[in-house]
C-alpha cells in the first residue's frame, strides 16, 4: 500500500489529539501485535497461550474459584458467537474477518451515487445511522496512513502478507461501543470477558450494518474490528476521547469502557477535531491502574519513547505496557484481564450527576481533590454476586 507523505499540519493535528511522534516512527505490523505473536513466536507462545485460545471453545477446564466456573465460561464464550462466525468465513484463505484481515463485503457498491454535496450534513447523518444500529459513540476523521498496519497477517500460518486495504477511502468513521459495567467489575474472571466478547460481536453487526448503509448510497465502505489499522490513534483523532496511562481512551461519556471499531470510506464527510479535556494530566498523577496490575505490566512514570519488547510501537511518545507479561496473565486465567478498566478513576457512570461533577474536578485543576475522592474505589465485585443480581 502507497503511504503518502504527511501534510504540513500533521504535527499541530497530532498535538491536539495527544499524539507525540519522534523522527524514529514506523508503521506497525500486525505480525507483531501479541496476540499474532502467540501463534508464531516462541517468546510468547506456550502450551499456556494454546490452552489460553482453546479455553474459548469450551476446551477450559472450569474451575471452583468465583467467576471461574462452567457457566462463567459459557456465557463469555457465547457473547463471542457472532464476532467468530465472521472471523471464520474467510480462514480458508487466512483471512480472519475482523481481527487479521478487513471483513468482507457482502453487498456490492449501488450503481447510482446519491449526492453529497454537504460532507457536514452527511456526516450527521451517518452518525444518527451509527447510533440507529446501536453503536454509542461516532466520530470521524482523515485515513491518517502511519496507523495502517505495513503488513497484515494470513492467519493460517501467521505469515506477513500485503495489507490490501483498496486506495481512495480517505475518511475514517470511528465507533465506540459500551461494556457492561456490572461484568466489568467483576474482572478478573471469565465473567467479565463476557463484556468484552459480547461487544465484539455488538461492533461486527454494527459496523457491517452501517458499511452496508453506505454501500447502497453508491459509495465503497470497508468494515474493520481489530484489523487493517490501530484504531486507538484514530479514536484520539475523531475527538472520541484521550489516550490514558492504562493504554486505554478515556471517553467523556463512558470513560475506559469501550471497544472500538472503524470504517473506511469515500463518502464526503466533515471531520471532527480531538477534545483534549485534561486526562494526561490526571494520568500524571494517578498510577492506580499500574498499581493494581498484577504482573507489573502497565508503566510508572511520564511517557516515553518506545517500550518494553517487541510489540511496542516504535517512535511514540506515550505510556507503553509490557505486552508480554500482560498476555502471559491472560494465558494464566484462560480470559482475559482488565482490571486497569475495573480500577481507573475514569469507570463510571456518568449519567449521575455526582460522577459528572467528580469528572468536573478530575479534569480541572483540582484533579488532587478527585484522585483523593476516588479512594477506595474500584474493587472488585464477586462474579457469584453478578449472577445474583
Avoid at 196 to 219: C, D, F, K, P, W
Wanted: glycine content about 6%; proline content about 7%; charged content about 25%.
Amino acid at each position: 500500500m502507497t503511504v503518502s507523505p504527511p501534510p504540513a499540519d500533521r504535527p499541530a493535528e497530532d498535538l491536539a489529539a495527544g499524539i507525540h511522534v519522534t523522527p524514529e516512527f514506523e508503521r506497525f505490523s500486525q505480525a507483531d501485535d501479541v496476540f499474532t505473536r502467540a501463534f508464531w513466536d516462541p517468546a510468547v507462545r506456550s502450551p499456556r497461550t494454546d490452552a489460553f485460545f482453546a479455553s474459548y471453545r469450551m476446551e477450559a477446564t472450569p474451575r471452583r474459584a468465583d467467576g471461574f466456573g462452567q457457566r462463567d465460561f459459557a456465557l463469555r464464550n457465547a457473547s463471542w458467537l457472532i464476532a467468530d462466525l465472521i472471523a471464520d468465513r474467510g480462514a480458508a484463505d487466512g483471512r480472519r474477518e475482523g481481527f487479521q484481515a478487513f471483513i468482507a463485503a457482502d453487498t456490492p457498491v449501488a450503481p447510482q451515487r446519491l449526492e453529497a454535496d454537504d460532507p457536514k450534513d452527511m456526516a450527521a447523518e451517518v452518525k444518527k445511522v451509527a447510533r440507529f444500529f446501536g453503536a454509542d459513540l461516532c466520530g470521524i476523521t482523515d485515513a491518517d496512513p502511519r496507523w495502517l498496519y505495513s503488513h497484515r497477517v494470513d492467519a493460517r500460518d501467521a505469515s506477513p502478507v500485503p495489507n490490501d486495504l483498496p486506495e481512495g477511502l480517505g475518511h475514517v468513521i470511528v465507533l465506540g461501543h459500551q461494556m457492561d459495567q456490572s461484568a466489568v467489575a467483576t474482572y478478573p474472571s471469565a465473567l467479565a470477558g463476557a463484556a468484552t466478547g459480547r461487544e465484539y460481536s455488538h461492533e461486527a453487526a454494527v459496523v457491517m450494518q452501517l458499511a452496508a448503509y453506505i454501500r447502497n448510497l453508491g459509495y465503497r465502505a470497508v468494515p474493520s474490528m481489530n484489523d487493517t489499522g490501530l484504531v486507538i490513534p484514530y479514536a484520539l483523532k475523531a475527538g472520541l476521547g484521550e489516550y490514558a496511562r492504562n493504554q486505554m481512551v478515556i471517553t467523556p461519556e463512558f470513560g475506559p469502557r469501550l471497544r472500538f471499531s472503524k470504517i473506511f470510506t469515500d463518502l464526503p464527510l466533515s471531520h471532527d477535531v480531538p477534545r483534549p479535556l485534561g486526562v494526561a494530566k490526571f494520568c500524571d498523577i494517578c498510577t492506580k491502574c499500574a498499581d493494581a496490575c498484577p504482573v507489573k505490566a502497565l508503566p510508572f512514570g511520564p511517557p516515553a519513547v518506545g517500550g518494553a519488547n517487541r510489540s511496542a510501537i516504535k517512535g511514540v511518545r506515550k505510556w507503553t505496557s509490557n505486552a508480554e507479561a500482560c498476555f502471559g496473565f491472560w494465558a494464566k486465567l484462560s480470559s482475559d484481564c482488565a482490571i486497569c478498566m475495573r480500577v481507573c478513576p475514569f469507570n463510571r457512570d456518568f449519567s449521575k450527576w455526582r460522577h459528572r461533577l467528580w469528572q468536573r474536578l478530575a479534569l480541572s485543576r483540582w484533579r488532587k481533590l478527585a484522585l483523593w475522592l476516588d479512594r477506595g474505589r474500584g474493587g472488585r465485585v464477586k462474579p457469584a454476586k453478578w449472577w445474583r443480581a
